[in-house]
């Protein structure tokens, strides 16, 4: 019997609107906040960051962490050449990952007009 392969799953979906209203009223306190420099460098548009906004918290469910006082920017959520959605962790969420023996972060990104969602699977060695 080899050893067992778990996967860690997490999902997300937000309004749009509702991240634009935050940004409305809390402005860069909001911003700065959630999202790190690079994020906020590359992803300008509201849809952009809800939809990452929505990748952080499925990211969050994934490492069953909810609760753990991970920092919202110690998951950064960029993309490589090919477009294709990357999760970097740094801190306590990368501790987290580590305890549970996830490698690999898969995600997935999706937005309408109205809402974003994220779908987040962690695979373990």
Known sequence: ???????????????????????????ETFLQRVYTPSELKLYTNTSSLAVRFAAKEAVLKALEACDKGISWQEIEVLAEFNGKPLV??????????????????NISLSHSKDYAVAFVVGETT
């Open 1 to 27: 019997m080899g050893m067992r392969r778990l996967q860690y799953v997490g999902v997300d979906i937000i309004e749009i609107d509702r991240i634009g209203k935050l940004i409305q009223h809390w402005g």
């Open 88 to 105: 970097n962790l740094s801190g306590k969420a990368k501790q987290q990952a580590s305890e549970l023996a996830i490698r690999e972060l």
